[in-house]
T-cell receptor
Framework: DTGVSQDPRHKITKRGQNVTFRCDPI?????LYWYRQTLGQGPEFLTY????????KSRLLSDRFSAERPKGSFSTLEIQRTEQGDSAMYLC??????????FGSGTRLTVV | DAKTTQPPSMDCAEGRAANLPCNHS???????VYWYRQIHSQGPQYIIH???NNETNEMASLIITEDRKSSTLILPHATLRDTAVYYC???????????????FGGGTRLMVKP
């Protein structure tokens, strides 16, 4: 296991389309996080799972955003009816504890 | 979580020590100081964290002032590969539903020059 894996690395989509991103955390990490990063800004927290339970989702940007982690392993982040403002880097991280997150390299979304 | 203030950018000569400051004057007694860095096109990378004692690991040293209102991350011999954005984050270590996030500010863009 070489770290947190995110797929795809890049995604270009037309406005109004749905997109789904996948994150595979480090296998022994039971905590998984999604962040969004726009150009020139630090990452912004979106949501958090402990095993399969989504313990914090109030920071999801709108009801067009949803995340799942059905078996407590990989996770998906879906954006419905994409808008140009959704263009950003979407980062996934995992951790076994409350510190020492390991981040993936992210999925860069471009909405045209 | 307490707010942090960092200079937006710094330069450092290759091979010299890079000292990155962070102010966190509203830090509470049980909040830790964490440092992450983000190299271009990669996700943030954990560097080090501490509560009140100075800490050192293979990547860096963390110096926290006695009143804990500021800290300095030290890269003892900066290389070109240390060019990155460095984020100072202050947060509680304990798990709670709303508080298990990292709150990133703008960070310091460190440019290591040959």
């Amino acid at each position: 296991d070489t770290g947190v894996s995110q797929d795809p690395r890049h995604k270009i989509t037309k406005r109004g389309q749905n997109v789904t991103f996948r994150c595979d955390p480090i296998s022994e990490h039971n905590r998984l996080y999604w962040y969004r990063q726009t150009l020139g800004q630090g990452p912004e927290f979106l949501t958090y799972f402990q095993n399969e339970a989504q313990l914090e989702k109030s920071r999801l940007l709108s009801d067009r955003f949803s995340a799942e982690r059905p078996k407590g392993s990989f996770s998906t982040l879906e954006i419905q009816r994409t808008e140009q403002g959704d263009s950003a880097m979407y980062l996934c991280a995992s951790s076994p504890y409350n510190y020492g997150y390991t981040f993936g390299s992210g999925t860069r979304l471009t909405v045209v | 979580d307490a707010k942090t203030t960092q200079p937006p950018s710094m330069d450092c000569a290759e091979g010299r020590a890079a000292n990155l400051p962070c102010n966190h004057s509203t830090i509470s007694g049980n909040e830790y100081v964490y440092w992450y860095r983000q190299i271009h096109s990669q996700g943030p990378q954990y560097i080090i964290h501490g509560l009140k004692n100075n800490e050192t690991n293979e990547m860096a040293s963390l110096i926290i002032t006695e009143d804990r209102k500021s800290s300095t991350l030290i890269l003892p011999h900066a290389t070109l590969r240390d060019t990155a954005v460095y984020y100072c984050i202050v947060r509680l270590p304990t798990l709670n539903n709303a508080g298990n996030m990292l709150t990133f500010g703008g960070g310091t863009r460190l440019m290591v020059k040959p």
